[in-house]
């Protein structure tokens, strides 16, 4: 597509829930990020793909959450047992190559209640 | 290891005055810096970026910013705001990993008075 695509836009789940976010990135751009976008904590980086593989994910704040990429291209973030400190705006970032300008999506914002 | 610190987390200029923005960066290897904006309900859109090249680095809407290795910073400019600059700007550094991964400064909101 023309840009990043996440979906959905805005999530409301009960606490101890799972929620799964969605991310569509560029075609063709192999490269693949999570952020969390939390008040007070600015952009905090969860993940990285590389292709299918996810060569770092030191970012994953607990193993609550994890995620995977499907086909070189769609990539879904999974959190389980939501808590309340898991609200925040979470957004996909994809790229070409690994300098540093990515094209974001619009982000999803999670609330936790 | 590497990090980015901005200086003021809400600045507010007049239409029509110099913007100016400013980032700190410590890193242990020559950096790549960028700078990103995020309007309301938006995702981050990439201003410009500094790669070793020209110190001095122009991006859309009339932004600028200098890398000045002395002072450790990278601050963006822009001669005269318009309403529409209002945002979120963040500043950042290309992580060492080789991984891609950027590491984000805390935001300084930009907010333009008519």
């Known amino acids: 597509g023309a840009g990043v695509s996440q979906s959905p836009s805005n999530k409301v789940t009960e606490k101890g829930k799972d929620v799964e976010l969605r991310c569509d990135p560029i075609?063709?751009?192999?490269?693949l990020y999570w952020y969390r976008q939390s008040l007070g904590q600015g952009l905090e980086f969860l993940i990285y793909?590389?292709?299918?593989?996810?060569?770092?994910k030191s970012g994953l704040p607990s193993d609550r959450f994890s995620a995977e990429r499907t086909g070189g291209s769609v990539s879904t973030l999974t959190i389980q047992r939501t808590q309340q400190e898991d609200s925040a705006v979470y957004l996909c970032?994809?790229?070409?190559?690994?300098?540093?300008?990515?094209?974001f999506g619009s982000g999803t914002r999670l609330t936790v209640v | 290891a590497q990090s980015v610190t901005q200086l003021g987390s809400h600045v507010s200029v007049s239409e029509g005055a110099l913007v100016l923005l400013r980032c700190n960066y410590s890193?242990?290897?020559?950096?790549?810096l960028f700078w990103y904006v995020q309007y309301p309900n938006q995702g981050l859109q990439l201003l410009l970026k500094?790669?070793?090249?020209?110190?001095l680095v122009k991006g859309i809407n009339d932004f600028e910013a200098e890398f000045k290795k002395s002072e450790t910073s990278f601050h963006l400019t822009k001669p005269s705001a318009h309403m529409s600059d209002a945002a979120e700007y963040f500043c950042?550094?290309?992580?060492?990993?080789?991984?891609?991964?950027?590491?984000f400064g805390q935001g300084t909101t930009l907010q333009v008075k008519p």
């Open positions: 970032a994809s790229s070409r190559d690994l300098e540093g300008g990515y094209t």
């Open positions: 793909f590389q292709g299918n593989s996810a060569p770092d």
């Open positions: 890193s242990s290897v020559p950096p790549y």
């Open positions: 950042a550094v290309l992580d060492s990993s080789n991984t891609g991964k950027l590491i």
């Open positions: 075609s063709g751009h192999t490269a």
């Open positions: 500094y790669t070793s090249a020209a110190t």
